[in-house]
């Protein structure tokens, strides 16, 4: 599982697995920081999405006679720092490039691992430079077809996302679905997982009758019950985006009665879906629906505002739900709650 998708996990909207790593014969020696959970009514794309480490880390030696410092002194050495740590992947990968080549198994995999450090730090080129040269190198030394050589593509897509170039990552994606779905078969988790990423980008990119049918695609592979919720609301968006609003909100009433069952009304998870199918109602010029549908999801909020996030939401729905006051002609109910 790449560092994007466990990053997204951290917005509770994707589930953890198991890592995906470079050289299995090589320990992972840290796993990515967190982010802050930010909630956003976009559907998760991910997303996927916001996580474990995308690739090995090469674990740096430790001279034998070296014993562990204690006391005080043991105390006082400062825990290295992202950009320590991202200057020593550099060395590690100046040296191997100069005892081994660019075309080595080794050199190949501590470009993965400073890649995967600039990642996480948030210098996206760099990490999409670093991905792209370890990309080359790999498809020249193992194949296209190597698991190594798919991990680092897996990858690049995310870093590409993460870049904000989606069509670039969409390429990526079209090539792991092929391999993978020509392997595992279409209902694999990770042939589902390049299908949906691939249906996120081509929406971002307005290919949208090409997102809508890979994502209907999708939800005929996919039984859990969350993951299809995900892959509602991800059909949802590019349906509104294409002007069919009424298949929209087909999608949205479905995983609102699903979140209902399965988090209660109340949860943030199922108010910010009911807050999309409000306004989902609102773009498809129905009116009156918006206004019911905006109404009880302002009624719920206002009854569950302990969380900071639905508080936030509550402000949201307010402002939408006056606008759909307006939008139906009622505008001293709207003009209640500007």
Known sequence: MSF?????GGSGRTRAGRARSVGEDVPVQEGPPTRAEVRVEEPSDTLPSRITAPAAVMA???????????????????????????ASLERTLRSLVERLGTEHPDTITARNNLATKYAQMGRRQAAVQQFELALAEAVAVFGTEHPRT?????????????????????????ELLRDRESAFGPSDEDTVEARTRLAVCYRRIGRLDAAMAHYERALTDVKDAERIE???????????????????????????????RRLGKGHLDTLT??????????????????????????????????????RRLTLRLRRDLAGAYSAAGRHREADALF
């Open 4 to 8: 994007w998708r466990s990053l997204l």
């Open 60 to 86: 740096e030696t430790v001279p034998a006679a070296a014993a562990p410092l204690a006391g005080r002194a043991a105390q006082e050495q400062p825990a290295p720092t992202a950009g320590m740590r991202a």
């Open 150 to 174: 798919e991990i680092i593509r897996e990858n690049l897509a995310w870093a590409f996302e993460d870049a904000g170039r989606p069509a670039d990552a969409a390429a990526q994606w079209e």
């Open 230 to 260: 995900d892959l509602r609301l991800g059909m949802s968006a590019a349906q509104n985006m294409a002007g069919r609003h009424d298949e929209a909100v087909r999608q949205l009433r479905m995983v609102l009665a699903g979140r209902r």
């Open 273 to 310: 879906v009911h807050h999309r199918l409000g306004r989902a109602y609102t773009q498809a010029g129905r009116t009156d629906e918006a206004v019911e549908t905006l109404r009880d999801a302002y009624r719920v909020a206002l009854n569950s505002s302990g969380d900071p996030e639905v």
